[in-house]
């Protein structure tokens, strides 16, 4: 195109515009697959959570009990502590490492404690665009129940998740 004169300019933007509409009917087609696959019970991909392995030939997770043993002691400790930091020190001071033998640090922790795949859960679609501070409507969630093994009972996490909601309201009161 010649995009010195006004038809080619114009013939540009009339390309551009069927681009982007052609990659934003992409981009909904994924997400509509993407969301039937996990109300199927089907694995999306990403990280798999620390206490458990993935089995690709039959699509389901297994424990992996060395893993498992932490995950628990993180919910018995934090049940106990009621502190991410002293979790973590804990941990750290026992010479206990993630799986990619990094130190715990309280962030980690809390994105364990407050994961229900823990249970036996498989939620997706919780977060906006992946972004772990947004999250969207509970109605747009999906939620497969007792969908693989569990680690830690649905009570425990209930009461966990409440603790941390509660240690969060005191720190954010206190400002």
């Known amino acids: 195109f010649d995009t010195s004169s006004a038809i080619g300019e114009a013939m540009l933007k009339i390309v551009l515009v069927f681009a982007e509409l ?35 030939e039959d699509g389901t997770f297994y424990i992996v009990e060395s893993e498992a043993e932490v995950v628990r002691l993180i919910h018995d400790l934090y049940m106990e502590q009621k502190s991410l930091v002293s979790v973590a020190r804990y941990l750290n001071d026992k010479e206990i490492h993630t799986r990619n033998n990094n130190a715990w640090s309280p962030t980690t922790l809390l994105i364990i404690l407050q ?31 007792d969908h693989h093994p569990a680690i830690i009972s649905a009570e425990q996490k209930n009461t966990i998740i409440s603790l941390l909601e509660s240690n969060r309201r005191l720190k954010l009161s206190r400002n």
């Open 22 to 56: 052609e990659r934003n009917m992409t981009a909904e087609r994924v997400t509509a697959t993407m969301i039937s696959r996990a109300a199927d019970g089907q694995w999306n991909g990403g990280r798999i959570p620390f206490g458990y392995g993935y089995n690709s």
């Open 115 to 145: 994961n229900h795949f823990y249970c036996g859960d498989y939620i997706y679609n919780r977060y906006k665009d992946g972004n772990r501070a947004k999250r969207k409507k509970e109605s747009e969630w999906i939620t497969v129940k």
